[in-house]
C-alpha cells in the first residue's frame, strides 16, 4: 500500500485551469461583411425615391435641344422680367411674414410660459396640434372672414347698405403675409416654448428682487436664452415661406406671383416645362442656402451658449 503525503497549510492543492474552447474551424477567422455593404440599401432607396427625380429637374432645366448641356435657358429666364419681379415678390412676402412670426411668436410664448391663466397648458397642447393643420385650411378660414363675400364684408354690407364691403387685402401681398403669420406663427412658438421650458427660474427672481423691471428682465434675462430658439424658428419659416404654394394659390391673389407659383404657372398653364424647371432648380438653390447659413448661425449660437455656461 501506497502512503502520499498529507497536504500542509503552506501548501495548497493544485487548480486546475480551464482549458479554452475548442475553434470549430481551426485557423479561419470568420468572415464579417464591410460595413459600407450595410449603407447601399437605404442610400439606393434614397436616390431611387429623392435624388433621381431632383436630378431628372436639374438635367432638364440645362439640356439643349440638340442634345449636350447648355446654360442659355438659365440666361433667358433668369434675365426676364417675371423672374425678377417673381423673385422679389418672394424675398419681400417671405422675410415681412417671418419678421411678424418671431415677434407675434415671441410675445404669444412669452405669455403662454410666464403669465398664469387658466388654461395655459391646454393652450400649448393646441400649438402642437396646430402644427399639424394643412395651410390651406387656415388660409380658407380666412377667406371665411375677410374674404368679398366673407362675414366682415357681409356685416359691412348689411351696416351700411353697400353692394360691397371694404375687405379685399386677401388678394394682395398683405393677404398672403397675414395668412402666413397666421399659419406659421406657432413654428415659431414652439422651439421657443422648448426653450423657456429649460430656462431657470432663479434667474427671474433674481433680477426681480433687484428691481428690475419686466421689459428690462425680457431684454437681459428671457432673451439672450431665447436667441437660438429664434434663430432656429426663423429660419424654418423662412424656408417655408419661400417655397409656400398652397397659402397663394388659396388666397386668389393673381397679382402675388412668388417662385413656387410661376412654376405652377410654367408647367401646367403653358406646359413649358424647362422654364418651369429652371426656376424651381433656382428656388431650390436658394432654400439649401439659406439652409446652410442657418446650420452655420444655429452652430455658432450654440458654441457662444456654451462658452456663456462654462463662464
Known amino acids: 500500500m501506497t502512503a502520499y503525503p498529507a497536504p500542509t497549510a503552506d501548501a495548497p492543492p493544485a487548480a486546475h485551469a480551464p482549458e479554452?474552447?475548442?475553434?470549430?474551424?481551426?485557423?479561419?477567422?470568420p468572415r464579417r461583411l464591410p460595413v459600407w455593404v450595410w449603407a447601399v440599401p437605404p442610400v439606393a432607396l434614397l436616390a431611387a425615391v429623392f435624388l433621381y427625380p431632383l436630378a431628372l429637374v436639374?438635367?432638364?432645366?440645362v439640356a439643349a435641344p440638340g442634345g449636350g448641356l447648355t446654360l442659355a435657358h438659365h440666361a433667358d429666364v433668369l434675365g426676364s422680367e417675371s423672374f425678377r419681379?417673381?423673385?422679389?415678390?418672394?424675398?419681400?412676402?417671405?422675410?415681412?411674414s417671418t419678421a411678424g412670426c418671431l415677434v407675434l411668436g415671441f410675445l404669444l410664448a412669452l405669455v403662454v410660459a410666464f403669465v398664469p391663466f387658466p388654461g395655459s397648458g391646454a393652450t400649448a397642447r393646441f400649438i402642437d396640434t396646430y402644427l399639424s393643420f394643412p395651410s390651406f385650411l387656415i388660409t380658407l378660414a380666412l377667406l371665411f372672414v375677410?374674404?368679398?363675400?366673407?362675414m366682415a364684408n357681409g356685416m359691412w354690407t348689411d351696416l351700411?347698405?353697400?353692394?360691397?364691403?371694404?375687405?379685399?387685402?386677401?388678394?394682395?401681398?398683405?393677404?398672403?403675409?397675414?395668412a402666413e403669420i397666421t399659419y406659421f406663427t406657432p413654428f415659431v412658438m414652439r422651439p421657443l416654448?422648448?426653450?423657456?421650458?429649460?430656462?431657470?427660474?432663479?434667474?427671474?427672481?433674481?433680477?426681480?428682487?433687484?428691481?428690475?423691471?419686466?421689459?428690462?428682465?425680457?431684454?437681459?434675462?428671457?432673451?439672450?436664452?431665447?436667441?437660438?430658439?429664434?434663430v432656429a424658428g426663423?429660419?424654418?419659416?423662412?424656408?417655408?415661406?419661400?417655397?409656400?404654394?398652397a397659402i397663394v394659390l388659396f388666397t386668389g391673389a393673381k397679382d402675388v406671383v412668388t417662385l413656387p407659383m410661376l412654376v405652377y404657372q410654367a408647367a401646367i398653364l403653358r406646359s413649358d416645362y424647362t422654364t418651369a424647371c429652371v426656376v424651381a432648380t433656382v428656388n431650390a438653390a436658394l432654400s439649401v442656402s439659406l439652409y446652410l447659413v442657418y446650420r452655420a448661425a444655429t452652430a455658432r449660437l450654440s458654441s457662444d451658449g456654451g462658452r456663456?455656461?462654462?463662464a
Open 20 to 29: 479554452p474552447p475548442a475553434d470549430p474551424v481551426p485557423g479561419r477567422a
Open 58 to 61: 436639374a438635367a432638364e432645366s
Open 85 to 96: 419681379s417673381a423673385l422679389g415678390t418672394t424675398v419681400f412676402v417671405a422675410v415681412t
Open 146 to 150: 375677410y374674404g368679398t363675400v366673407g
Open 160 to 178: 351700411t347698405g353697400a353692394e360691397s364691403g371694404p375687405f379685399r387685402f386677401l388678394a394682395t401681398p398683405w393677404g398672403v403675409i397675414l
Open 193 to 230: 416654448l422648448a426653450a423657456f421650458g429649460q430656462l431657470d427660474t432663479a434667474q427671474l427672481e433674481v433680477a426681480s428682487s433687484l428691481g428690475a423691471r419686466p421689459l428690462r428682465v425680457v431684454r437681459e434675462v428671457i432673451l439672450p436664452e431665447a436667441r437660438p430658439a429664434l
Open 234 to 245: 426663423g429660419a424654418l419659416v423662412l424656408v417655408l415661406c419661400l417655397n409656400e404654394f
Open 308 to 310: 456663456r455656461a462654462r
